[in-house]
């Protein structure tokens, strides 16, 4: 039971992103207002994307051309290697633990320095397993300050669109 037990957090991924990239797709058909919008321009290189500049945190579990599906793994202690995230997402944190986010900026030297950040002391346990709209990130880490493993999911969305909720339920 305890190895099925783990695979339902990503079952149920798959059935979230066949859901949605369902939904756009019906939302687009045959309605032109309901048209995917175009994207603004992404100015951060490919070489910062979440996958590549920090792969130890970020595991791509399904990808498609709509969508991209996440796991993210931050251990005690660690700090992620500075990346973005170039599209629009829901994420869900599934365990959690005390984290400070920094952003970063361009520098005058043209180099990523940090900008900001904010401590993040964890999320009560209702929170969790709830999906939550994210916008696209630029360069940002998080470091894990608790003893306590941050654990999420993200699913991706590589083409914007409009949700139709009038025909859900």
């Excluded at 797709?25 to 995917?36: D, L």
């Excluded at 970020?58 to 996440?70: A, G, K, P, T």
């Excluded at 984290?99 to 900001?116: H, M, N, P, Q």
């Amino acid at each position: 039971m305890k190895k099925l037990n783990r695979y339902v957090p990503v079952f149920a991924l798959v059935c979230l992103t066949f859901a949605f990239t369902i939904s756009a797709a019906a939302q687009t058909k045959g309605n032109q207002k309901n048209q995917p919008s175009i994207i603004p321009k992404w100015t951060w290189p490919g070489k910062l994307d979440a996958v590549v500049a920090a792969p130890k945190n970020h595991q791509i579990i399904y990808e498609d051309s709509n969508v991209r599906v996440l796991q993210v793994i931050c251990p005690p202690g660690n700090e992620e290697s500075v990346h973005t995230h170039r599209y629009k997402s829901t994420m869900w944190f599934t365990h959690s633990a005390r984290f400070i986010y920094y952003t970063y900026g361009t520098g005058k030297s043209g180099r990523l320095v940090k900008k900001d950040s904010v401590e993040v002391k964890g999320f009560p346990a209702e929170a969790l397993n709830k999906g939550q709209m994210v916008d696209r990130e630029g360069p940002h880490s998080i470091k894990n300050i608790s003893t306590d493993t941050l654990k999420a999911y993200r699913i991706e969305y590589k083409k914007d669109f409009k949700v139709n909720t009038s025909n859900i339920f």
